[in-house]
């Protein structure tokens, strides 16, 4: 099993940054995706940005050019340096890890953040 440990959301004004953090322990296989999802009261989760355990990344279309996903060098905590928020980035973010060999998934506890004047 792999546990997931997400921190680094709060409150934020329009324009600002934060960083989530998502630090993974367990059973880390070695081909694996670590993925960032939100979820807004009244929405579908959806996701936001990806890196897989060889390094590409993907992105949504709402966080391109403002969020930028990335990892520690052992490559067991992911990042989500986002800029510039909007209030509609207002959400509960999510950590997902995938072993896609296994089909095995694990989800975080969810961090909020909160966009607003």
């Known amino acids: 099993q792999v546990q997931l440990v997400e921190s680094g959301g709060g409150l934020v004004q329009p324009g600002g940054s934060l960083r989530l953090s998502c630090a993974a322990s367990g059973n880390i296989a070695s081909i694996y995706v670590m993925a960032w999802y939100r979820q807004a009261p009244g929405k579908q989760r959806e996701l936001v940005a990806a890196?897989?355990?060889?390094?590409?990344?993907n992105y949504a279309d709402s966080g391109k050019g403002r969020f930028t996903i990335s990892r520690d060098t052992a490559k067991t905590t992911v990042f989500l340096q986002m800029n510039s928020l909007k209030p509609e980035d207002t959400a509960v973010y999510y950590c997902?890890?995938?072993?896609?060999?296994?089909?095995?998934?694990?989800w975080g506890q969810g961090t909020q953040v909160t966009v607003s004047s």
């Open positions: 997902k890890y995938y072993a896609p060999l296994t089909r095995y998934e694990s």
């Open positions: 890196i897989s355990s060889s390094g590409s990344t």
